[in-house]
C-alpha cells in the first residue's frame, strides 16, 4: 500500500515528467559514454587476456635466418625459459580461383605432435591430417574476406614452387589476432592470408628440413625477459638471428597494446568530462526543481512531518529520475558498447568476444548519478526545510534587486527585468551558462576526432606519401632490379627504398623499430616538419619521427645508438638530425647510400616507390604481385581506404556517439534551464499577461534572457572545447599514431547550430506553455 | 450570465445566473464569502475567464465572443487589475513597474504622475523588496490606472494588509475613481469596507441576493474594522 506522501511522489513526477525527460537524457547521455567506453575496453582486455591464456600466447620470440633443431634444444637450456617450441615459417603467395589479384601471405609450420603454443581456434573445418602433405587451414579473417569453406582448392607459391593445397580447416591463432602484411598498419584480410600446414611438407618445399628459422617460448615464473632476450640473441647470432624479442615488440600485441591504450584514453577522458558535465549539471537542476518547491515543503512541514522524512520524500522522487537516467544510460550503452565491440572484432582476430558490463561499471553510474543528484537535492530541499512552514507558506518577499550596469537608459521594462534577473542571481545565471558551455564543449570534442582523422588522411597521403605503389620485396636485392620494374608499363617514375630494423638506444631508453633508407632527393616520399613543409635529408646522420624523439627523448645534435639488427648487426653513434612531423607509425630515416655503408653493404633496396600512370594501376599491380621476390604491393588509395575502414572507422563511430550524446546533453540542459524559470517566473509572467502583456511579448521577457545565457554561453562553449580537444590530442600520443590538434571552423559552426537548435527547441515547448499559464490562478495563488 | 466549470464527473456551478450592470465612474462593492461566485464574476468582467453562457458587453463589445488576442487587447487598453497579492515585478522599481504598463498603453498618464495620484513621489525608485505591503499595493494601483482603464477591478486588495495601512490603500482607490472616473468593481468579504461603495452587489451561492445603493459614499478615513 502507497503511502499518500508516496502517491504524491508519483503525481508530482507526472506533472513534471517534460523535466524529467530532459534530466534523464542528460544523465543517461552521461552514463552512456561512459558504460559504451568502459565496458568496450573492458571487455576487450579481459577477450584478450583470456584468449592469451588458453590459447597460450608466448612471451619470448625469435626469428632467424635458418638454424638446425638442435639449436632449439640449446634455447630450451636458457636459464628463465620454461619451454620451447621451433617451427618453420614462409612467405608465400596465394592465388585463389575467381579473384583476380594475387594475394600474399605467411605459410606457418604446424608443430608435430600437440602445440605448445599459439594453439588454433577452428571456426570450421578441422585441423591437417598428420600424413596428409596438402591440406591447410587458413586465418578466418581471409576466410570471412573471400567467403571460404574448407574444401576449396587453393594455389600456393612457396619458394617459386607452385602446389595445389586444400582448404580444411578456418582459425584463429593469437599471434594473428592483429594480422598485418609486412609494412602495413592496417590489416587487409582481402589480399593478405596467413596459412597453417604440417610441418614437413612445408621443411620441403623451403628448403629446411630438418631445421627451424622461428623460435617461441615462454618464461620460468620470475624469469626476466631481458635476460632471456639477451641470452637467445647470442645463440641465434650464428644462425642469422633476427633478434629476439618479448611480447612487447611482437607485431600482433604490439598493435593490440597501442589500440587499446588509444582506447584506453578514449574510454576514460570522454566519459570522465561527460560524466562530470552531466553529474554537475543534474545537481544543478535538481537542485533548482526542488526549489520550486518550497510551498509544498511548507506546507508538509506544516502538517507535522520532520525534516529528515521530507528530505527522505524528495530524495526519493530525485531517486527515480536518477534510475530512469541511469538505466537509460546503462542500457544505450551496453547497446553502442556491443556495437563498437562487434566492429574491433572484424578488425582483430579475436576467437571468441566476452562481451559483458561489469557490476562496478554499473555501480560506478549509480554511484555519481546518485551522489550528484543527492547533494543537489539535499541543499535544497534543507534550506526549504529550514524556513519555518509560517514564513514558506506566505508569498514569498519580493526578490531584492538593484538596477544593473548592464542596462541601457532606453531599455523598455521587460529588457530591464530581462538584465536585472540575470544579474541577481549571478551564480545561477553562470551555472547556466556554465552547463550550456559544457555541451557546446563536448559536441567540439565530438567534432575534433573527424577533424582530426582528415588531417591526419590529408597530410599522410596528399603531403608526404605521393607514390601510387610502394613495392616490398622478401629480401635486399641489387638496385639493378628496379630496371626491370621500371620498365613495366604504366611505370612512369621509381624511388628505390632500403628498411632495416634496427634498435635505439639513447642514455636509458630504447626503442626497436624500422629505420629506413631514402633517396635524398626522391618526390614520391616526402619528409615534413609540423607545417607539412619538406625536412631535407642530410648526408650523415638521421631524422626521426617526432614522436620518436619524445620516446627517446632525444633532440637535434644529440648522438644516438643505433643497432643494425639485420646484415652488418653494426651498433655504431649516429647524429640526430632533426625531426619529422609523421602521424602514424614511428620511423628512423637515413639517406639510402649512408644506411647502406652502414650495413656494410653495396646499392641494394628492399623495395620502391612507383609513380603509375591511373590507367594502368590495376594490371601493374596484378604483374608486381606475381614476380616471386615481391613481398607486397601497397597502393596509396588502398591505404587511404584501409585507414578509414579500421583506425577511422573506429575513432568516428567513437566520435559520432559522442556527437550524439553530447546533443542530447545541450538539449537536456537547455530546456532545463527555461523550463525551471518558467516555474519559478510563471506568476510574474501571468501577472504581466492579466495587465495586457501578448503572448510574445511575455515570452520575451522569459526566452530573451535564455538568448543572452546562450549567446554568452557558445562562445565560451567554443574555447573550452577547444581547449579540451588539445588536452585529448596530447593524451592520445601512441606508437601507432598521434592526432594532430586540428579543430575545424565547421566543427564550431556545427557545435553552435546544435546548441542553437537546442534552444529554438526548447523555446518552442516553453513557449506553448507559456500560451497556457493559468491566468486566474495568479490573482489567488502563492508562489 | 452564469459559469461552471467542468471538474472531472462533478459540474460546479460558479455563477448561476448573473445580471449586472457597472457604470462608468461608479464605484461598487462586491461582498459576498468565499465561494459566493465574486472572483468569478471579476475574472469574467476582467477578461481573464470566459462565461459558460449568457453575455457580457462591454460599451457594446461581446467579450464572451472574443478570442484570446481581442481579449488581451481589452485588458490591455480598458482594464486595470489590483491583485490581493500586489503582483509587482520584483526586478523593477515602483516608477519601472508603472512604466511597464504604460509601455504597451494608448495614451497613459506618465507614471510618475500615477504614483503622485496614490501618494507616493517619494518612493518611485525603491524596489518592490524596499517596500512595506501597504506602499507595494499603492504601487499596483498606480500601474492599474496608468493606463486610465475605464474599468478598473480590484480582487481583496486589503486582504493581505492591517486595517490601517488598508485604509491607506481604499483611499488611493476612492481617489483614482473620482478622479479618473473608472467603472470600480471592488472584491471584499469585509462588510465594512461597504460603505466606501455608490452600490453594494452582496453575492451568495453563484448568484446575487440583493443590492445596496449607498445614498453617499463614505470615505475610507471614515471606516474602520
Known amino acids: ?783 | 450570465m452564469t459559469k461552471f466549470y467542468d471538474m472531472g464527473e462533478v459540474r460546479v456551478h460558479a455563477l448561476r445566473g448573473v445580471d449586472l450592470e457597472l457604470y462608468s465612474g461608479e464605484m461598487m462593492v462586491l461582498l459576498g464569502p468565499s465561494g459566493s461566485g465574486k472572483s468569478t464574476l471579476l475574472n469574467i468582467l476582467g477578461g481573464l475567464d470566459r462565461a459558460s453562457g449568457g453575455s457580457v458587453l462591454y460599451r457594446g463589445f461581446d467579450i464572451t465572443a472574443a478570442n484570446d488576442r481581442e481579449l488581451t487587447q481589452y485588458r490591455r487598453r480598458h482594464v486595470g487589475f489590483v491583485f490581493q497579492f500586489y503582483n509587482l515585478i520584483p526586478s523593477l522599481t515602483a516608477l519601472e513597474n508603472v512604466a511597464a504598463v504604460t509601455e504597451i498603453a494608448e495614451n497613459p498618464m506618465k507614471p510618475a504622475e500615477a504614483l503622485e495620484l496614490v501618494g507616493l513621489t517619494d518612493r518611485m525608485h525603491h524596489f518592490p523588496s524596499q517596500l512595506s505591503g501597504g506602499q507595494q499595493q499603492r504601487v499596483a494601483i498606480a500601474r492599474a490606472i496608468a493606463k486610465r482603464p475605464s474599468v478598473l477591478l480590484c480582487d481583496e486588495p486589503t486582504g493581505a494588509l492591517d486595517s490601517e495601512t488598508g485604509i491607506v490603500v481604499l483611499e488611493a482607490i476612492d481617489k483614482v475613481n473620482r478622479e479618473l472616473g473608472a467603472a470600480t468593481a471592488v472584491i471584499t468579504h469585509n462588510a465594512d469596507i461597504a460603505g466606501m461603495a455608490d452600490r453594494v452587489v452582496h453575492m451568495s451561492n453563484g448568484g446575487v441576493s440583493h443590492v445596496d445603493l449607498n445614498e453617499h459614499r463614505r470615505s475610507p478615513k471614515e471606516l474602520h474594522w
Not at chain 1, 585529448?728 to 556545427?750: D, H, I, N
Request: with cysteine.
Open chain 1, 1 to 783: 500500500m502507497l503511502s499518500a506522501l508516496d502517491r504524491k511522489l508519483f503525481r508530482d513526477l507526472w506533472a513534471v515528467r517534460g523535466q524529467v525527460i530532459a534530466i534523464s537524457c542528460v544523465l543517461a547521455g552521461g552514463i552512456a559514454t561512459y558504460v559504451m567506453a568502459a565496458s568496450t575496453l573492458a571487455s576487450l582486455l579481459e577477450t584478450q587476456s583470456r584468449m592469451y591464456r588458453e590459447f597460450r600466447f608466448p612471451e619470448l620470440f625469435a626469428g632467424l635466418k635458418q638454424a638446425p633443431l638442435s639449436v632449439a634444444a640449446r634455447i630450451a637450456a636458457v636459464p628463465g625459459i620454461a619451454g620451447v617450441e621451433a617451427r618453420v615459417v614462409a612467405p608465400a603467395n596465394i592465388e585463389l580461383a575467381d579473384y583476380g589479384q594475387p594475394i600474399s601471405g605467411q605459410v606457418v609450420g604446424l608443430p608435430r605432435g600437440e602445440g605448445r603454443f599459439n594453439l588454433l581456434h577452428l571456426h570450421a573445418g578441422r585441423l591437417p591430417e598428420p600424413t596428409r602433405d596438402r591440406e591447410a587451414v587458413v586465418s578466418d579473417g581471409f576466410a570471412k574476406a573471400h567467403k571460404l569453406q574448407p574444401g576449396f582448392p587453393l594455389a600456393v607459391t612457396i619458394n617459386g614452387r607452385k602446389q595445389n593445397l586444400m582448404v580444411v580447416g578456418v582459425a584463429s591463432s593469437p599471434e594473428f589476432t592483429y594480422q598485418l602484411a609486412p609494412g602495413s598498419i592496417v590489416p587487409d584480410f582481402k589480399t593478405y592470408c596467413i596459412l597453417w600446414m604440417n610441418a614437413a611438407p612445408l621443411e620441403g618445399s623451403f628448403n629446411m628440413t630438418g631445421a627451424f628459422n622461428q623460435v617461441a617460448a615462454s618464461l620460468e615464473r620470475g624469469a626476466r625477459v631481458e635476460d632471456a632476450v639477451q641470452a637467445v640473441d647470442t645463440l641465434l647470432k650464428p644462425y642469422g638471428g633476427l633478434g629476439a624479442h618479448g611480447r612487447k615488440d611482437q607485431i600482433s600485441h604490439r598493435f593490440l597494446a597501442e589500440e587499446f591504450k588509444q582506447l584506453g584514453i578514449l574510454a576514460t577522458m570522454i566519459p570522465t568530462v561527460f560524466l562530470s558535465v552531466a553529474g554537475f549539471l543534474l545537481n544543478v537542476v535538481v537542485g533548482r526543481l526542488m526549489a520550486t518547491q518550497r510551498g509544498q515543503i511548507a506546507t508538509l512541514k506544516a502538517f507535522g512531518y520532520t525534516t529528515g522524512a521530507i528530505v527522505w520524500h524528495f530524495l526519493k522522487f530525485t531517486a527515480v529520475i536518477v534510475t530512469v537516467g541511469t538505466l537509460l544510460g546503462i542500457a544505450g550503452g551496453a547497446w553502442m558498447g556491443a556495437g563498437i565491440s562487434r566492429m574491433y572484432m572484424d578488425v582483430y582476430r579475436f576467437p571468441y568476444l566476452d562481451y559483458r558490463i561489469a557490476g562496478s561499471i554499473v555501480a560506478v553510474a549509480f554511484g555519481v548519478s546518485l551522489a550528484a543528484a543527492g547533494v543537489g537535492t539535499l541543499f535544497s530541499v534543507l534550506k526549504a526545510a529550514g524556513e519555518s512552514p509560517a514564513v514558506a507558506m506566505q508569498p514569498a518577499n519580493p526578490g531584492r534587486y538593484r538596477r544593473s550596469w548592464l542596462e541601457l537608459p532606453w531599455f523598455s521594462q521587460p529588457s530591464r527585468m530581462i538584465v536585472r534577473n540575470l544579474q541577481r542571481r549571478p551564480v545561477k545565471s553562470l551555472l547556466s551558462i556554465g552547463g550550456v558551455a559544457m555541451a557546446t564543449s563536448m559536441l567540439i570534442v565530438g567534432g575534433f576526432w573527424g577533424d582530426a582523422v582528415d588531417y591526419m588522411v590529408f597530410a599522410q597521403l596528399r603531403r608526404a606519401q605521393l607514390d601510387d605503389l610502394t613495392v616490398t620485396f622478401f629480401a635486399p636485392v641489387s638496385v639493378r632490379a628496379l630496371h626491370s620494374v621500371r620498365s613495366l608499363p604504366g611505370v612512369n617514375h621509381v624511388e628505390p627504398l632500403r628498411n632495416v630494423s634496427a634498435r635505439f638506444r639513447f642514455a636509458h631508453r630504447t626503442y626497436r623499430t624500422a629505420l629506413q633508407g631514402m633517396e635524398p632527393e626522391g618526390e614520391l616520399r616526402r619528409l615534413l616538419n609540423t607545417k607539412l613543409q619538406r625536412v631535407e635529408l642530410p648526408p650523415d646522420g638521421i631524422l626521426l619521427t617526432d614522436h620518436l624523439a619524445t620516446m627517446l627523448g632525444v633532440k637535434a645534435g644529440d648522438q644516438l645508438t643505433v643497432e643494425l639488427l639485420e646484415g652488418s648487426r653494426a651498433i655504431r653513434q649516429v647524429a640526430v638530425a632533426g625531426v619529422v612531423t609523421e602521424y602514424i607509425g614511428v620511423t628512423a630515416y637515413m639517406r639510402r647510400d649512408s644506411l647502406n655503408r652502414f650495413l656494410r653493404e653495396g646499392d641494394v633496396v628492399t623495395g620502391a616507390y612507383l609513380a603509375v600512370d591511373p590507367p594502368a594501376m590495376a594490371e601493374l599491380y596484378n604483374r608486381l604481385k606475381r614476380i616471386p621476390a615481391v613481398a607486397g604491393v601497397a597502393a596509396r588509395a588502398q591505404a587511404l581506404r584501409s585507414f578509414y575502414d579500421t583506425l577511422a572507422a573506429q575513432m568516428l563511430t567513437f566520435a559520432f556517439f559522442n556527437t550524439l550524446l553530447a546533443s542530447t546533453i545541450a538539449i537536456g540542459v537547455v530546456y532545463n534551464t527555461v523550463r525551471i524559470s518558467l516555474s519559478e517566473r510563471g506568476r510574474e509572467l501571468a501577472s504581466l499577461r492579466v495587465l495586457g502583456y501578448t503572448r510574445g511579448e511575455v515570452s520575451y521577457i522569459l526566452l530573451g534572457e535564455l538568448t543572452v545565457l546562450v549567446f554568452v554561453a557558445i562562445p565560451l562553449g567554443l574555447v573550452m572545447g577547444r581547449g579540451m580537444a588539445y588536452f585529448m590530442a596530447m593524451s592520445a600520443q601512441t606508437e601507432l599514431f598521434r592526432v594532430p590538434f586540428v579543430v575545424e571552423p565547421s566543427t564550431y559552426a556545427l557545435a553552435a547550430l546544435v546548441v542553437a537548435l537546442a534552444t529554438a527547441g526548447s523555446a518552442f515547448l516553453v513557449g506553448r506553455k507559456i500560451n497556457h499559464l493559468d491566468l486566474v490562478e495568479v490573482l489567488k495563488a502563492r508562489e
